[in-house]
């Protein structure tokens, strides 16, 4: 077999291999002071509930709409108009507070600050997707932070740290970049890990 021919094969596996979709949304990120000040709130939990399913710290956003699967070639139709969204947009200023649960098993900390301009934010954000012909389902915001998920057979850990974080209150920080993120779920069996596709500065920053 000639080298070219070595190299072309491999090319056609690598092609192979490559997803044709990937798990979209899009999202704010708390800082990383913001993140670690939560962080040692949540230590003794962390100690004392190690079979919860954490969430890395660096994956921690706020979803502002959810696109789930999408084709490959769907995602670089949303790059310029977000670009141009966030480039209009000034930040929101925002705070993590408190605790709860969906259901039983998936614990969250809350969102305060100007929730209103959160809202009109993600308003915004589903407009654009909308106007690039991506299909979402287009739920409701419920602003919150993903934390962890209890294991089936220990539903009660997200209830009872949820309890715990009642009385948490960040500070406040100022949203300003909007994320564009991908995620490997249902991939492989190692834990869920989120990437960004691209950020953007809001108000023109960086």
């Known amino acids: 077999m000639t080298e070219s021919a070595g190299q072309g094969t491999k090319s056609s596996v690598n092609e192979q291999l490559r997803p044709a979709t990937i798990r979209v949304f899009i999202a704010l990120a708390p800082p990383d002071d913001a993140k670690e000040e939560l962080a040692r709130e949540l230590?003794?939990?962390?100690?004392?509930?190690?079979?919860?399913?954490w969430n890395r710290i660096e994956d921690w956003h706020i979803t502002l709409a959810f696109l789930g699967e999408l084709p490959v070639g769907a995602v670089p139709l949303l790059r310029p108009p977000l670009?141009?969204?966030?480039?209009?947009?000034?930040?929101?200023?925002?705070?993590?507070?408190?605790g709860g649960h969906f259901g039983e098993r998936v614990l969250w900390t809350g969102i305060e600050g100007d929730v209103e301009g959160l809202h009109l934010l993600a308003t915004e954000v589903r407009g654009v997707v909308k106007e690039c012909g991506v299909?979402?389902?287009?739920?409701?915001?419920?602003?919150?932070?993903?934390?962890?998920?209890?294991?089936?057979?220990?539903?009660?850990?997200?209830?009872?740290i949820a309890a715990t974080l009642a009385p948490f209150t960040?500070?406040?920080?100022?949203?300003?970049?909007?994320?564009l993120v991908g995620s490997n779920i249902g991939r492989g069996p190692g834990p869920i890990h989120y990437r960004d596709i691209?950020?953007?500065?809001?108000g023109g920053r960086a």
């Open 83 to 98: 670009a141009d969204l966030a480039a209009a947009r000034r930040p929101v200023s925002l705070a993590l507070r408190g």
């Open 43 to 53: 230590g003794p939990a962390y100690a004392a509930y190690p079979r919860m399913r």
């Open 198 to 202: 691209e950020s953007w500065g809001f």
């Open 135 to 160: 299909p979402f389902e287009d739920r409701p915001l419920r602003p919150h932070l993903t934390l962890a998920r209890a294991r089936r057979d220990d539903p009660t850990c997200a209830v009872e």
């Open 170 to 179: 960040g500070r406040r920080w100022p949203a300003d970049r909007l994320h």
